[in-house]
């Protein structure tokens, strides 16, 4: 079973870094796509980051461009979400997952295989 298991969240001030990891027990990973998601509450689950296969394309919500950086280690089967400049509208729980293709999409239903989520809170 493909297992996807998130690590790293937790509370920052405004302004602060955080870093999330990912690791994803999958034997394909590096022929797979993956992405970040994020869901606060009371709202729909967006995108918010995703990496191609071979991390040669990297694709970032408006929100996040220019403050999230996504990276990963296809030798260590990670993933990676360096989170700077946050904010409190960033608070929600982040989710990582496995594309079911090998470029990146923003469309939840492109990904099949989810963690947990862990919890980022910003506070002001």
């Known amino acids: 079973q493909v297992r996807v298991v998130e690590s790293g969240g937790g509370l920052v001030q405004a302004g602060g870094s955080l870093r999330l990891s990912c690791a994803c027990s999958?034997?394909?990973?590096?022929?797979?796509?993956m992405g970040w998601f994020r869901q606060a509450p009371g709202k729909e689950r967006e995108f918010v980051a995703g990496?191609?296969?071979?991390?040669?394309?990297?694709d970032y919500a408006d929100s996040v461009k220019g403050r999230f950086t996504i990276s990963r280690d296809n030798d260590k089967n990670t993933v990676n979400l360096q989170m700077n400049s946050l904010k409190p509208e960033d608070t929600a729980v982040y989710y990582c997952?496995?594309?079911?293709?090998?470029?990146?999409?923003?469309?939840?239903?492109?990904?099949?295989?989810w963690g947990q989520g862990t919890q980022v809170t910003v506070s002001s």
């Open positions: 997952a496995r594309s079911r293709f090998s470029l990146v999409r923003r469309t939840t239903t492109d990904y099949d295989t």
């Open positions: 999958e034997r394909t990973f590096s022929t797979d796509a």
């Open positions: 990496i191609n296969w071979n991390a040669r394309s990297t």
